[in-house]
């Protein structure tokens, strides 16, 4: 079964650092699209930064310049590197990917589905 496990959150100063994984482990066939959202009390989940396979990558306006995503497709593993972190990003971080999971496999076949998976979410504080 396929999961999403997330870390590196926790309780920082505005103006500070922190980095996030967030690692895909399972039957995997491909991990092709990997993002990050985020969910602030009382608001809703929002995108914060999206890469490809490939690498290209999408950020929220309010983060471009601070956060920056990465993946290392070897160890299906996302980043999220968030500096000159502000009172407003405050918010539970969520992994997201669009997985293909291998389902049976023989010398001569391969069957595979796509997911999309979520992450338990992690928790970042920015605070003085």
């Known amino acids: 079964q396929v999961q999403l496990v997330e870390s590196g959150g926790g309780l920082v100063q505005p103006g500070g650092s922190l980095r996030l994984s967030c690692t895909a482990s399972?039957?995997?066939?491909?991990?092709?699209?990997m993002g990050w959202y985020r969910q602030a009390p009382g608001k809703q989940r929002e995108l914060v930064a999206r890469?490809?396979?490939?690498?290209?990558?999408d950020y929220a306006d309010s983060v471009k310049g601070r956060l920056t995503i990465s993946r290392d497709n070897a160890k299906n593993t996302a980043y999220l590197q968030m500096n000159s972190l502000k009172f407003e990003d405050t918010a539970v971080y969520y992994c997201?990917?669009?997985?293909?999971?291998?389902?049976?496999?023989?010398?001569?076949?391969?069957?595979?589905?796509?997911?999309?998976?979520w992450g338990q979410g992690t928790l970042v504080t920015v605070s003085s």
């Open positions: 399972g039957s995997i066939l491909n991990v092709h699209a």
């Open positions: 997201n990917a669009d997985v293909s999971e291998i389902i049976a496999s023989d010398s001569d076949s391969l069957e595979y589905r796509n997911l999309e998976m």
């Open positions: 890469i490809t396979i490939s690498g290209t990558t």
